[in-house]
């Protein structure tokens, strides 16, 4: 009944109208932050914010609003797994409609419930960020930041939006996604469809600053206009729009779907542009400094990952996102859509894009931060990358194939992978294919350990009591 009412009224009397788990505190502290609407009693963990891009009070965004609220009071009673009922359903339609429709689940917040993976073991950082665990959701999944926190409650540590470009841009004309499903892969040829940094930005800053939220990182990855007379000004248009709102930076000189941007990879221009963008950062303060990435290819050669590195030590950029799609085709490939033109991504560019990152560790001696993404589809390719030189690594195709469960096992059986060879935290182990063997505890040192844990809590004990 209370859903059929909510129905019948305006969002915004919906938004406002006493209903279970929702505190008059909590509906004015919405009311303070600008919002049209909180579905829960908690700022904190609510997902569904209206602000920016879409009014409230808009026509597009008032099924959203309705559906989340729905959503919420359901999902309450029922605990319902939503993916068990849409992903059959999604991977049945045409993959663009399926990624279009996925995005609208997840802007409601239909997801299964959520599940924290929060060890201890798994905190880390990436250049001084900190995340609650190691993996992320990848750039290209949610170009506009339309679903909001949402994302986060796969269990992620971190999210990048984007590719988002100074201004709204249609990107290529569809088709744009292929499946290989014989070969757990996609191919993609979307061409930086953004809304533009100025609605995106504003969007960020209304699910995420305020109030601020430490625990969700967010990443915005930049990239200039297509019909752009100067790309270098496109790149430090964004930055300074998205400073204030994420909490680091990539830039895209990669993709394989927009032409010669992956020039800007080699050579002189990308000395030019690393250091535009340095010197860019630096005008923001140095109390704000927040990090900035290249977001590259995985087919670079020897001698272009050392220039690359050369220059982003010189230009003080923090790190590498490694790599973004590819255009080559592996031999491997049996899928029908292995021929279609645009960026592979998932299984088979696994083994690429590893070697890559360990080359990269490898040039900078462990200087730059390393973030890896490419084929990741269980806990074992993610230590791979850890253990290549990874501080942290991201997910997109997988998700397609997987569904958002495969977050939380790739976390759990991290922590296990970590925990069976020694390490106390993930930060021990990146870069450890690159040194000597770790050495696990011997079962003497292991019972010794364990006889010391129970002491300590025999001393602890009759305190507490
Ligand atoms: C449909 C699709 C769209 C993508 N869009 C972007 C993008 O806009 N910007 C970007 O830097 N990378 C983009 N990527 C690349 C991913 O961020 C990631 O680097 C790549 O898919 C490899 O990871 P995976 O094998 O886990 O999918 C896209 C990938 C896919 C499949």
């Known amino acids: 009944m209370a859903a059929i009412a909510c129905l019948r009224e305006s969002p915004r009397e919906c938004a406002l109208r006493p209903w279970p788990g929702s505190s008059a505190r909590a509906r004015s502290r919405a009311g303070e932050n600008g919002l049209d609407f909180c579905p829960d009693d908690s700022l904190k963990d609510h997902e569904l914010r209206i602000a920016g891009g879409i009014s409230s009070d808009s026509v597009e965004s008032q099924p959203y609003i309705w559906c989340a609220a729905l959503r919420r009071r359901f999902e309450r009673a029922a605990m319902i797994d939503y993916y068990k009922i849409v992903g059959p359903i999604l991977t049945r339609l045409p993959p663009e409609n399926a990624q279009w429709l996925m995005l609208q689940f997840l802007r409601v917040g239909a997801l299964p419930p959520e599940r924290k993976v929060r060890s201890e073991a798994l905190r880390t950082?990436?250049?001084?960020?900190?995340?609650?665990?190691p993996l992320g959701i990848a750039?290209?999944?949610?170009k506009d930041a339309i679903t909001g926190s949402?994302?986060?409650?796969?269990?992620?540590?971190?999210?990048?939006?984007?590719?988002v470009t100074p201004q709204p841009q249609r990107g290529n004309v569809s088709p744009l996604l292929f499946r290989l499903p014989e070969d757990s892969a996609a191919i993609n040829r979307f061409g930086f469809p953004s809304e533009g940094s100025e609605i995106i930005a504003r969007r960020l800053e209304a699910y995420f600053l305020r109030p601020r939220r430490p625990d969700k990182v967010v990443g915005a990855n930049i990239g200039p206009n297509s019909n752009s007379a100067n790309r270098v000004d496109d790149y430090e248009k964004c930055l300074g729009r998205l400073y204030e709102v994420a909490d680091y930076f990539v830039a895209n000189v990669s993709s394989p779907n927009t032409p010669a941007l992956r020039e800007l990879q080699y050579g002189a221009e990308f000395a030019r542009l690393a250091e535009r963008l340095s010197i860019c950062r630096e005008g923001f303060g140095s109390a704000k400094r927040k990090p900035l990435f290249f977001k590259i290819a995985p087919e670079l050669s020897v001698t272009e990952i050392?220039?690359?590195?050369?220059?982003?030590?010189?230009?003080?950029?923090?790190?590498?996102?490694?790599?973004?799609?590819?255009?080559?085709?592996?031999?491997?490939?049996?899928?029908?859509?292995?021929?279609?033109?645009?960026?592979?991504?998932?299984?088979?560019?696994?083994?690429?894009?590893?070697?890559?990152?360990?080359?990269?560790?490898?040039?900078?001696?462990?200087?730059?931060?390393?973030?890896?993404?490419?084929?990741i589809f269980s806990a074992q390719d993610l230590y791979d990358k850890i253990r290549a030189g990874a501080s942290a690594c991201q997910i997109y195709t997988a998700l397609y194939y997987r569904g958002p469960h495969l977050v939380p096992t790739l976390l759990d059986g991290l922590g296990a992978?970590?925990?069976?060879?020694?390490?106390?935290?993930?930060?021990?182990?990146?870069?450890a294919a690159h040194f000597a063997e770790r050495v696990k505890p011997s079962p003497k040192r292991e019972v010794e350990n364990q006889r010391m844990r129970s002491r300590a809590a025999d001393r602890v004990a009759p305190s507490a009591a």
Request: with cysteine; glycine share 16%; net charge positive.
């Open 125 to 133: 950082d990436i250049a001084g960020v900190k995340l609650v665990n």
């Open 139 to 142: 750039a290209g999944f949610d």
């Open 150 to 163: 949402t994302l986060f409650r796969l269990g992620v540590g971190f999210v990048e939006f984007g590719t």
């Open 306 to 375: 050392q220039h690359v590195v050369r220059i982003c030590l010189e230009t003080g950029i923090d790190g590498l996102v490694v790599g973004n799609t590819t255009s080559e085709r592996p031999a491997s490939l049996v899928s029908d859509n292995k021929r279609q033109a645009g960026g592979l991504s998932g299984k088979p560019i696994f083994q690429q894009s590893t070697e890559m990152l360990s080359r990269v560790f490898q040039a900078s001696a462990g200087k730059l931060t390393l973030i890896g993404v490419g084929g």
């Open 417 to 431: 992978l970590l925990a069976r060879d020694g390490y106390k935290n993930v930060r021990q182990a990146v870069g």
